[in-house]
């Protein structure tokens, strides 16, 4: 199996453009999760998906930012416009069942903002 | 609000010896724990979890101990590995926990495990 596939693994952008993170999950897998990896604050949830409808988005810091799941195996987390504070590791991760089982997570992208 | 606190931002161990790594929760809703590691440049790995209704969890050298009435719960590794040098981060679930019904992982901010040879 591959893993959770997320691309790219690296961007740089400047303030104000458009940013995508994209996400393949696990075959099989039905719950999709998008965090954030900061110094401050660790992993934070901004979002979970099951079956492709997003479930939970309480965690999304503003308009801003929005993901979509169009299908069960590919997610985009979305910035717009982006600002420095965006900076961080964004990271995507799934599971077959409910939140609480074990989540596999990918290697994550490295968002940097200036 | 921080509901998952690991208050040490790191640990140093020598190889052989335990490393005891700990975590504190305000939450009294989490029912279901678990301890993730994570490599440089790596998603986290799932490394170890346990329920509410049991205090202790082992798996080969990695021990969990829960301590409800304390909020308490912490990730023993005996015999320490230079290998386990890694950030292991806590997290913490519960169907009631936050308003969810899926019982959503809140994680705490990691502590930096360094096993020195």
């Known amino acids: 199996d591959a893993g959770v596939i997320q691309s790219p693994r690296h961007e740089v952008t400047e303030m104000g453009q458009e940013v995508t993170l994209r996400c393949k999950p696990i075959?099989?897998?039905?719950?999709l999760f998008w965090y954030r990896q900061t110094m401050m604050r660790g992993l934070e949830l901004l979002i979970y998906?099951?079956?492709?409808?997003?479930?939970?988005d309480s965690g999304m810091p503003e308009d801003r930012f929005s993901a979509k799941m169009p299908n069960a195996s590919f997610s985009t987390l979305k910035i717009q416009p982006s600002e420095p504070r965006d900076s961080a590791v964004y990271f995507c991760?799934?599971?077959?069942?409910?939140?609480?089982?074990?989540?596999?997570f990918g290697p994550g992208t490295r968002l940097t903002v200036t | 609000d921080q509901q998952v606190k690991q208050n040490s931002p790191s640990l140093s161990v020598q190889e052989g010896r335990i490393s005891i790594l700990n975590c504190d929760y305000t939450?009294?809703?989490?029912?279901?724990f678990l301890w993730y590691k994570k490599y440089p440049a790596e998603g986290p790995t799932f490394l170890i979890s346990?329920?509410?209704?049991?205090d202790k969890n082992e798996d080969g050298r990695f021990t969990v101990f829960l301590n409800k009435s304390a909020k308490h719960l912490s990730l023993h590794i005996v015999p320490s590995q230079p290998g386990d040098s890694a950030v292991y981060f806590c997290?913490?679930?519960?169907?009631?926990?936050?308003?969810?019904?899926?019982?959503?992982?809140?994680f705490g901010q990691g502590t930096i495990l360094t096993v020195h040879p």
């Open positions: 997290a913490a679930s519960g169907a009631n926990a936050g308003g969810t019904s899926y019982g959503k992982l809140t």
């Open positions: 075959s099989g897998h039905n719950s």
């Open positions: 939450n009294s809703m989490f029912d279901y």
């Open positions: 998906f099951n079956n492709n409808v997003p479930i939970d």
């Open positions: 991760a799934s599971t077959r069942g409910q939140g609480w089982d074990e989540q596999y």
């Open positions: 346990i329920s509410s209704i049991k």
